[in-house]
């Protein structure tokens, strides 16, 4: 894959030949674009101005779900929401689930709440129909049998609880899998290189200009594919400057917590009609979120506010006892790209819209990650429509690298390095899947790296190697915010910064 020469060979590739798609954007809609394009027989190229998922696809709720909280819009979300269930299903059971893992979410019932038993109980079991009862049949618990799944459930006022099933995932090691897939389909991809620029040959657009840290080029492209998020109309502006704007954002923040129980079940709180907080289960922490309001700032200063922090704590705060502020390890904050149009963020359809340019540039935006195999086929469509071609379900059935039972995985892999602790083999297994032999075996050249990177984590040094040689890691945040899951613990001391930087640069 991509140790610095193979960085240096995919920066050379892009300069030679025409490329049949480019796509600008290296979040999960552009990966799933371009993996979907390379296994269509395409020459595609896919280019980022940062990191992979390092932006909107990895700030979000780490769901992969069917959207509970969709049903109360109504009639209309009923064939979206069983859509997203076949999508969770099939990554869950047989194309990712040593990364996409089910888990039961508890809905609690308090007296003077927004929704009763009765409601929650009927949503549940409509909720477990689309999804084919796959999962079970919802149901609902009493206050005590909720509290033995949830033991920080706060009890004052407890009617109960409606139960259901969704999924779970840490999103940026899906989206850096999704990218070594393209990667192996053919693709060539590259990220912190930004376009400048459009080429056009009269007025339609064929190709982009890039930049980065070694100078300026460009890559010529039959289709350029705009997958640019939060930063959608300013691509579109560089094709048309008079460009109206096609889309809204809408800010999301979340609070990763540290916490001594272990919860079996993850809690999704009614705020009100349809806003829900989240409180799951996630990395050995709490994960809360998630805000939805309006923002109009500048994509790349998107933070968690002090504002945002406290009210967090207090929706959550509803269900959730014991909360405090000095066990937060870490926060984080994202932007929804949402259609452009009327009334507040949370009531705003979570579709995919697919435009094209007058110079023929086509633009994606929105959706939800749970589909982005669909959205990437959907694209593909469009693409093939421009290039006058057909090709059908490039992605169905295809696995992402690494698929197969995450305890088949850690069984052999604890066998074969039975010097490895058991939490490091679970952490591996369910980061890695059946690629984790390509990490511990770096140990076969170091064992220094096999040593965990900080005491009270399961990530190992060779993940950071495994990372710089094999995933486009290139940047200290790369490592630590998105191959691994040492910052989002709070453990990225200025010691790890310190020698994972010398890592890279070795």
Not at 137 to 163: F, I, N, Q, T, Y
Not at 270 to 286: K, M, N, Q, T, Y
Not at 338 to 343: K, Q, R
Not at 494 to 500: A, G, I, K, N, W
């Amino acid at each position: 894959m991509t140790d610095l020469n193979q960085r240096a060979r995919a920066r050379e590739e892009l300069q030679h030949g025409k490329f049949d798609v480019v796509v600008i954007g290296g979040g999960i809609l552009g990966i799933a674009t371009t993996w979907a394009a390379a296994r269509s027989g395409l020459r595609v190229a896919l280019v980022e101005s940062g990191d992979f998922a390092g932006a909107t696809s990895s700030a979000s709720s780490k769901l992969v779900h069917g959207g509970l909280r969709y049903l109360a819009m109504g009639p209309s979300a009923v064939p979206m929401v069983h859509e997203n269930h076949k999508e969770r299903r099939a990554l869950g059971d047989r194309l990712a689930p040593h990364l996409v893992r089910p888990l039961p979410f508890l809905v609690p019932v308090y007296k003077g709440g927004p929704h009763s038993r009765f409601v929650l109980g009927a949503g549940v079991t409509l909720y477990s129909a689309l999804s084919g009862f796959g999962d079970g049949m919802g149901k609902v618990l009493s206050a005590r049998r909720a509290v033995e799944w949830v033991p920080d459930l706060r009890a004052d006022g407890l009617r109960g609880a409606a139960m259901y099933y969704d999924h779970q995932m840490n999103d940026s090691r899906v989206a850096i899998t999704a990218a070594r897939a393209a990667a192996e389909a053919g693709a060539v991809l590259l990220n912190h290189i930004s376009v400048v620029g459009l080429r056009k040959t009269g007025s339609k657009v064929t190709g982009v200009e890039l930049k980065d840290s070694l100078g300026e080029f460009g890559v010529d492209a039959s289709v350029v594919v705009n997958a640019t998020g939060p930063w959608l109309d300013v691509v579109r502006r560089m094709e048309d400057p008079s460009a109206d704007p096609s889309i809204r954002l809408s800010k999301g923040s979340h609070l990763v917590m540290r916490t001594p129980s272990e919860w079996k079940a993850a809690l999704t709180i009614p705020v009100d009609d349809v806003r829900v907080s989240f409180a799951i289960p996630w990395e050995g922490h709490l994960l809360l979120g998630t805000t939805d309001e309006a923002y109009e700032g500048d994509p790349a200063a998107v933070a968690c506010t002090g504002a945002d922090v406290d009210q967090i704590l207090g929706e959550a705060g509803v269900a959730v006892t014991g909360l405090d502020k000095a066990n937060i390890a870490y926060t984080f904050a994202g932007l929804r790209v949402l259609p452009g149009g009327p009334g507040d963020t949370s009531h705003a359809k979570r579709e995919t819209v697919i435009t094209a340019g007058s110079g023929g540039m086509i633009s994606v935006a929105g959706g939800k990650w749970t589909t982005f195999r669909k959205i990437g086929a959907t694209v593909l469509a469009r693409v093939n429509a421009e290039l006058g071609r057909t090709f059908d379900a490039p992605l169905d059935g295809v696995a992402l690298p690494g698929s197969a039972s995450p305890d088949t995985i850690g069984a052999v892999l604890g066998h074969a390095w039975d010097a490895l602790p058991d939490d490091v083999v679970r952490h591996l297994a369910t980061h890695y899947g059946t690629t984790s032999h390509e990490v511990v075996a770096l140990g076969l050249e170091n064992p220094a790296l096999l040593e965990r990177v900080h005491p009270d984590g399961p990530d190992i040094w060779a993940q950071v190697e495994h990372a710089r040689r094999t995933e486009w890691a290139s940047e200290v945040d790369d490592v630590l915010r998105r191959r691994t899951t040492v910052m989002v613990r709070g453990l990225d001391s200025p010691e790890v910064r310190s020698r994972v930087s010398e890592l890279l640069a070795s």
